[in-house]
């Protein structure tokens, strides 16, 4: 895997014959493209293609808006989603060549008050581990996703997170601990993690299209808006926020940027001849770190036949078809990114979309891939449409299983009104039931609000006003008294909060 590394530094000329003898036929690209986002049913696209050190391919298709005129284009800002990760640990290799902190220094270095489930874990954690995804905890999107905690208050309720596997054990995506990272940068060298893009790399790099969070969207020109399907109708959605957590995935920017950030990669970390991070760095920062398990990754590498999967720093880097491949993906509710780089190539592409996700943003990237390693184009727009369509075929036969184990003709174990109360737990929230027309009502945090329809026995279920979130099944359990004790709701429980106490 070090090739992957020293290819884009050492085999300029080797790639540079390469991609000219194969003449890649954009023509006949653009027209798979438009096809491709027609069939996907997307309103929007944008891609660029980046090859020895140029943009040779940009272009937008379709609308911002759906029901709107004003074309997508190559300069159209989305939201790049989770790509953000790889310029926040460059923030991190960077400040580290400065001097400010070391990747494998313990967080607590940074940020003393930070407490883990696990004290060996509070104390052993570097700040490597915070840009690996292989703590042992799992996933927490529910602290930023749908509540209105800031930063700090997120941290210090990770204390409640139970491990779901050994310290340094096994790969789990976990988006809050690149928000401590962000923290970590601020309190290492004075400087916002914002601030820090912004002068270090993309000011650099000339990326006047780039912003750090959809709050500085507002206001901004040629910002797409995002798509969801929603009771079988494709959909205008509100931008869900991830500035929360801004470093795991807040940023915005349009193919023109993200292509002179490729561009930047794949000359290993340079910008007109100039360092913006050390070779140390940029090897470490695209060297695999921890093994991802094939069950974990994009169901799309099957038909790649990717067979083996690590994770760097901010990159996902496998093979295909016998090249090196660094890449990941962006999604946030009703907009999607992919970044994919053969390094050995010096060629790059990355895609943005305002539908959530649209996973023809692989099938155009592998396209994109055999543009230039030789092999016969194929029909990647239909494969991959056929396994999401078999995958989903998947969830909605789970769906079925869930309605037809409803027990018909039940009913509450007690009067609506007992179960009206606050259910807190340490880690979630508060969950607050009330009544609302005769029936239940359920408030968890600012982003799950709605009815409660009775499902049977002392199952609810929630169908949230937002309808980008799916409904949720809510169960009381009683104590010996007959009285309601807790609520679970989305795997957590909740314990209810006595009267006194509220």
Request: aromatic residues 10%; charged residues 20%.
């Amino acid at each position: 895997m070090r090739r992957l590394i020293l290819a884009a530094a050492v085999a300029p000329c080797l790639a540079a014959s390469t991609a000219a003898a194969q003449r890649p036929d954009f023509a006949a690209f653009d027209a798979y493209v438009a096809k491709a986002v027609k069939a996907w049913n997307v309103p929007g696209l944008a891609i660029a293609i980046v090859a020895n050190d140029s943009v040779v391919f940009a272009k937008g298709y379709g609308v911002r808006t759906l029901g709107r005129p004003e074309p997508v284009d190559a300069h159209t800002r989305f939201a790049i989603g989770s790509t953000t990760k790889a310029m926040t640990a460059l923030a991190l290799l960077q400040a580290a060549d400065d001097g400010k902190l070391r990747l494998d220094e313990p967080v607590l270095r940074h940020l003393p008050t930070m407490q883990l489930y696990d004290p060996v874990m509070t104390r052993e954690l570097l700040v490597r581990d915070l840009l690996t995804h292989h703590t042992g905890l799992p996933g927490s999107d529910q602290l930023w996703a749908g509540n209105d905690y800031s930063i700090g208050e997120i941290i210090r309720r990770m204390r409640f997170l139970k491990p779901t596997a050994s310290f340094r054990n096994q790969y789990a995506y976990q988006n809050v601990q690149y928000a401590m990272a962000g923290e970590v940068l601020q309190q290492a060298t004075g400087i916002r993690w914002s601030d820090w893009l912004r002068t270090r790399m993309w000011e650099p790099l000339g990326m006047r299209e780039t912003l750090p969070t959809v709050a500085a969207t507002e206001g901004q020109p040629n910002v797409a808006t995002p798509h969801m399907v929603i009771d079988d109708t494709l959909r205008v959605i509100a931008n869900r926020t991830v500035d929360p957590v801004a470093p795991a995935g807040s940023v915005w920017s349009s193919v023109t940027d993200m292509a002179t950030w490729m561009r930047f990669v794949l000359d290993s970390g340079r910008v007109k001849g100039k360092r913006l991070v050390s070779e140390r760095g940029f090897v470490d920062w695209l060297s695999p770190q921890v093994v991802v398990p094939l069950s974990d990754f994009y169901p799309a590498a099957r038909l790649a036949a990717v067979h083996r999967v690590s994770y760097g720093l901010g990159w996902f880097l496998h093979s295909y078809g016998g090249d090196d491949v660094a890449m990941h993906t962006g999604s946030i509710d009703g907009m999607i990114a992919i970044a994919g780089l053969l390094p050995d190539r010096r060629m790059g592409v990355y895609i943005l979309a305002n539908r959530d996700h649209a996973e023809v943003r692989h099938a155009l990237m592998y396209r994109a891939f055999d543009l230039y390693n030789g092999r016969r184009p194929r029909d990647w727009s239909r494969e991959v449409m056929e396994l999401f369509d078999g995958l989903e075929a998947q969830g909605r036969k789970a769906q079925a299983a869930f309605v037809n184990a409803r027990v018909p003709g039940t009913i509450p174990s007690l009067p609506l009104a007992r179960y009206v109360g606050m259910y807190a737990d340490s880690l979630n929230g508060t969950v607050v039931i009330s009544m609302r027309n005769g029936g239940l009502h359920a408030a968890w945090g600012k982003g799950f609000t709605g009815p409660l329809e009775h499902w049977h026995y002392d199952t609810f279920l929630a169908r949230w006003d937002d309808r980008r979130s799916s409904p949720d099944a809510i169960a009381f359990s009683l104590d010996a008294t007959g009285q309601v004790a807790e609520l679970r709701a989305s795997g957590a429980t909740f314990g209810r909060v006595p009267a006194e106490r509220r």
